[in-house]
C-alpha cells in the first residue's frame, strides 16, 4: 500500500485520449474506374485482334480466288508455265526464256 491520494488534475493536466491515425496499408483492390478502363482496353484489344484476323481471313480469300482466276484463264487458253499475261489482258508466250512472242 502507498499512502499516495489521487488528486484531480488541473484543467491543464487532463489527459487527452489520441485521435485514432488511419495506419496506410497495401490496397487489396483497384478502383471501379480503374477496372473498368483496364476492362475497356483489354475489350478494344480483343475487337482489334478479331478484326484484324478477319481482314487476314479476307486478305488469304482474295488472295486465293485472284490465284484461281489466273489458272483459269491458263487453262483456257493453254498457256504454259513460261507464259505470261499483263494488266491489259495480253498474252505474251515464252516470257521467262527471254524470247517473248506474241500470239
Excluded at 471501379?32 to 488469304?60: P, W
Excluded at 504454259?80 to 506474241?102: F, M, S, Y
Aim: charged residues 30%; contains cysteine; hydrophobic residues 30%.
Amino acid at each position: 500500500m502507498t499512502n499516495e491520494k489521487e488528486l484531480p488534475l488541473s484543467e491543464e493536466q487532463t489527459v487527452t485520449t489520441p485521435e485514432p491515425v488511419a495506419v496506410p496499408t497495401e490496397p487489396t483492390c483497384i478502383s471501379d474506374a480503374d477496372a473498368l478502363a483496364l476492362e475497356r482496353a483489354r475489350m478494344h484489344l480483343k475487337l482489334i485482334t478479331k478484326d484484324s484476323e478477319r481482314a487476314l481471313a479476307e486478305n488469304k480469300s482474295a488472295e486465293m480466288q485472284y490465284k484461281y482466276l489466273v489458272l483459269q484463264v491458263y487453262l483456257k487458253y493453254g498457256l504454259k508455265e513460261n507464259d505470261a499475261l499483263d494488266e491489259q489482258g495480253n498474252i505474251h508466250r515464252n516470257v521467262k526464256n527471254n524470247t517473248p512472242t506474241n500470239g
